[in-house]
């Protein structure tokens, strides 16, 4: 890669340096101030016209299943709804971090083994002076090892499965920052010479591979407390050993639960409770046979995000890049670089596994990053923020511009922490396996053909590049996996006066994993999915369909967005058959059909001058909303509502059709009269503002995807500065807004 300082903007950069890329063409204008109707690409979204069939091999997608729910009814200031669960739901008020601090020296060293109850009902045994290497979280600070019990469990509930199997508390740093951990396994387990008092979920601990004294605390020995926890008022004098393993408790081990009144514990026996570890998410589904009309009930700014890069990179001798023949560097574009080559081993993130995790090494310095783009979505657990262009920098200071180091045209992070929960601006962390080398450049999220990128190494010094820009919200494919359709953009540029010309030369498909230490990865299952002479399937997003088994599940259907000029068309496959374009059909305005409408098509289901857009399902209003900025540029979120004539219910709720596709509405009923959700302020550099979502799930139960109302909003707002610059030429701003 091309070394060079840090002095032009990113938007200048990106055509002199690599990314990730495609093929065949379709040129657009990208303008600079407000877009008006025309057919045209810019940087985030697009059209186009009709069809050649490239063959593009079908993804399988393995079976999943979904567990026994169990219903209940609940009222919320008059408004009834009804609650599909996935497991053990603590209420808001048992998450919070005030219960009494307890003394962690009475547990360890000396009471390995006590198996508990956190408030949340959850059994626990503690582990004393262990650690275990794979974290979900960065390093949290509480006030005890209760409170870091919370969090997992709190972690747990906000995302709507077991994810978090252990907490770690270091009672030496009681008074400073980390000292609590959160783990995802506990397979690979070291000691540790500090003292480290430990939490695993109990099921976790019996089919883990190490063993321990397990004690069990009874009734007669706990005293009461104004804590609502039961390990809080255990201690050293108060414990009754069991010896077992964890792979086989005792049969006469007893243990604690939990009255209603959360402070006193009483004695059941013979067997230990069995955490629940349903996969998938719950849902409020409110009652009645009518819509519920959302109404924006306030708002809140968070801010700008921050960046905290991961402090470790990969470090391995990287195969020889590919060499195209000089007849194949020429200036424009060439369908070929992207059909006719492998993935290329130098981009896309590399997962940290047994083979990798003994090759990890620190980075020199902490790199500074400045990207364009910034949607995400929801994927095993994690809140992921995709990017497009993504330009790394030595590090920065207000006293010191960062020197450029490398550009690739597409990032990912991890939202770390969950501020946004408390309404402040979220941290966002790259993975370890997203560097390059030691100083930070990076690989890029989205992988690239060998063809496109060999192109970019030699051609991006006279502004000619391809890109892959992950530009659209995740759609959820399974409990584990999601897709993004990209759009596959050579990106020409006039080297004297900067001008640049961007070209849709087709779409290619990313499945998404997530979860791992080297960070979300993604697997370019095909090549390219869509030609550039045809609508721009999938890349303005999309949504699931979920079937009869509900949310996770491998039944029903994904249906992909078709942005055209005058709104959305609409296009559908099955969750196993993404990957196979021709196992596609369209809306025609009547009926589904095989054949492909053209961009001239005016069978819309969404009819509006989109720019970025989402379209969901809110169990709470029994309908779907549409959120989207217009291509006005006005920094205005619009929103509308499907006014169905009775409440939208999928097949998997109770009373739902079994045999329907709820997500068919969109073709029979109108839309709402556009209303304002939120308005943002222009950019530091006073542009408007563009790449606009909503992040779902964030909000756990609270969300408005899973019957809550609260949303999380991003957007990308240009600054006016430089990308070497402490306040980078782009930030990437949050927001919530309550739709009751």
Same mark, same amino acid.
């Given at each position: ?217 009874? &009734? %007669?020995?706990?005293? $009461? *407390? @104004?804590?609502?926890?039961?390990? #809080?008022?255990? !201690? =050293? /004098? ?5 010896? &077992? %393993?964890?792979?086989? $408790? *005792? @049969?006469?081990?007893?243990?604690? #639960?939990?009255? !209603? =009144? /959360? ?12 955490? @629940? ?464």
């Amino acid at each position: 890669m091309l070394n060079a300082t840090a002095s032009a903007p990113l938007s200048e950069l990106m055509a002199i340096y690599p990314t990730r890329t495609t093929e065949n063409i379709a040129k657009l204008e990208l303008r600079e101030g407000p877009r008006g109707k025309g057919h045209h690409f810019t940087r985030h979204h697009g059209p186009h016209h009709h069809p050649k069939h490239d063959q593009a091999t079908p993804h399988p997608v393995p079976h999943s299943s979904i567990q026994q729910r169990t219903l209940s009814v609940r009222q919320d200031g008059g408004y009834e709804s009804f609650v599909i669960g996935g497991f053990n739901q603590p209420t808001t008020s048992s998450l919070s971090t005030s219960a009494a601090t307890i003394i962690p020296s009475s547990i360890c060293p000396g009471n390995d083994g006590i198996v508990f109850q956190s408030v949340s009902g959850i059994t626990y045994q503690t582990v004393c002076g262990l650690n275990f290497e794979d974290n979900i979280m960065p390093f949290l600070s509480v006030d005890s090892f209760e409170s870091c019990i919370q969090k997992c469990d709190a972690y747990n509930y906000d995302n709507h499965r077991v994810e978090c199997v252990a907490a770690l508390f270091v009672p030496s740093r009681i008074n400073n920052e980390d000292d609590c951990y959160l783990k995802s396994s506990v397979d690979n387990s070291s000691p540790n010479e500090g003292t480290v008092v430990g939490a695993v979920r109990y099921k976790v601990a019996q089919s883990a591979s190490f063993t321990a004294v397990t004690t069990v605390a009874t &009734t %007669s020995q706990v005293q $009461p *407390s @104004s804590s609502t926890s039961a390990v #809080s008022s255990i !201690s =050293s /004098a108060s414990l009754s050993e069991v010896k &077992t %393993s964890y792979a086989s $408790p *005792s @049969s006469n081990s007893t243990t604690i #639960s939990q009255s !209603s =009144s /959360a402070a006193a514990q009483t004695l059941s026996q013979p067997t230990i409770p069995q955490p @629940s570890t349903a996969p998938q998410p719950g849902a409020t589904f409110g009652l009645g046979k009518s819509i519920v009309v959302p109404q924006v009930g306030g708002s809140k700014l968070h801010g700008p995000s921050e960046n905290r890069p991961t402090s470790q990179y990969i470090e391995f001798e990287h195969p020889d890049g590919y060499q195209l023949p000089q007849s194949l560097l020429q200036v424009g574009v060439n369908g070929d670089l992207t059909t006719n080559y492998d993935i290329s081993p130098q981009t896309g993130v590399l997962e940290v596994n047994e083979n990798t995790q003994s090759i990890l090494a620190p980075l020199r310095e902490v790199p500074h990053l400045s990207r364009d783009g910034g949607r995400g979505g929801f994927v095993n657990g994690q809140h992921l923020f995709t990017f497009c262009d993504s330009g790394s920098y030595s590090t920065t200071t207000f006293a010191q511009d960062g020197d450029f180091l490398a550009f690739v045209s597409s990032s990912v992070a991890v939202d770390v922490g969950m501020n946004g929960l408390a309404g402040n601006p979220i941290f966002l962390q790259d993975g370890i396996g997203e560097w390059s080398d030691n100083v930070g450049r990076q690989r890029g999220f989205a992988p690239m053909t060998q063809g496109e990128q060999a192109y970019n190494i030699v051609m991006q010094g006279k502004g000619q590049r391809y890109a892959v820009w992950p530009e659209s919200s995740i759609i959820p494919l399974d409990g584990k996996r999601g897709l993004i359709y990209a759009p596959i953009i050579y990106d020409n540029v006039n080297m004297v006066t900067k001008a640049a010309v961007f070209t849709y030369t087709g779409a290619t498909l990313l499945e998404i994993t997530a979860g791992g230490r080297g960070g979300p990865i993604a697997n370019r299952t095909v090549r390219k999915l869509f030609n550039q002479d045809e609508v721009e399937w999938g890349c303005a997003g999309g949504l699931r369909s979920w079937g009869p088994s509900g949310y996770g599940g491998d039944d029903g259907k994904v249906y992909v967005f078709g942005a055209v000029s005058g709104g959305l068309l609409l296009g559908r496959t099955t969750p196993d058959a993404a990957a196979d374009r021709d196992s596609y059909e369209y809306w025609t305005g009547s009926s589904w059909s095989n054949s492909m409408p053209s961009s001239t098509s005016a069978a819309y289901f969404l009819k509006a001058p989109i720019m970025d857009v989402d379209v969901f399902y809110s169990p709470r209003h029994l309908t779907f909303i549409a959120v989207y900025l217009t291509i006005y540029a006005d920094n205005v979120f619009y929103y509308r509502y499907l006014k169905a004539d009775t409440a939208i219910l999928p097949p998997f709720a109770p009373g739902g059709d079994k045999n329907s596709d709820y997500v068919e509405n969109l073709l029979k009923y109108e839309w709402s009269d556009e209303q304002v959700l939120y308005k943002a302020k222009p950019g530091l550099g006073g542009k408007y503002i563009y790449s606009g979502g909503v992040h779902l799930g964030y909000f756990g139960s609270n969300d408005i995807s899973n019957g809550g109302s609260r949303i999380l909003l991003s957007w990308t707002a240009p600054t006016g500065k430089e990308p070497s610059t402490v306040t980078s030429e782009y930030q990437i701003i949050t927001a919530e807004v309550n739709l009751a």
